[in-house]
């Protein structure tokens, strides 16, 4: 069965940085992407961060520059650095992984099969 636990959430003053990781168990993703996804209270989840199997990486524009995403496959973990948080970056983060191996599509919801449970992230201000 495969899993996707996502750890490194908390409570961050704005400017602050947090690092998140999602450890895959149940398969290896080596081959496939992952990306990061969020949600704020009232607010349809939304696409975040994502890396290709190559490890070519995509970013929502509202975090471009202060975020980075980056994979590790011995590990079977993706990573996502956050700096320079603001509060309006405070929601559940959730980790994804593609079934398909060599996709290319990130930013979409629907391309993604395997969900994590969420780590709350909270900037204040």
């Known amino acids: 069965q495969v899993q996707l636990v996502e750890s490194g959430g908390g409570l961050v003053q704005a400017g602050g940085s947090l690092r998140l990781s999602c450890v895959a168990s149940?398969?290896?993703?080596?081959?496939?992407?992952m990306g990061w996804f969020r949600q704020a209270p009232g607010k349809e989840r939304e696409f975040v961060a994502g890396?290709?199997?190559?490890?070519?990486?995509n970013y929502a524009d509202s975090v471009k520059g202060r975020f980075t995403i980056s994979r590790d496959n011995v590990k079977n973990t993706v990573y996502l650095q956050m700096n320079s948080l603001k509060p309006e970056d405070t929601a559940v983060y959730y980790c994804?992984?593609?079934?398909?191996?060599?996709?290319?599509?990130?930013?979409?919801?629907?391309?993604?099969?395997?969900w994590g449970q969420g780590t709350q992230v909270t900037v204040s201000s």
């Open positions: 994804a992984a593609d079934r398909t191996p060599y996709g290319m599509v990130l930013s979409g919801r629907n391309q993604y099969d395997y």
């Open positions: 890396i290709r199997w190559s490890g070519n990486t």
């Open positions: 149940g398969r290896t993703f080596s081959k496939n992407a």
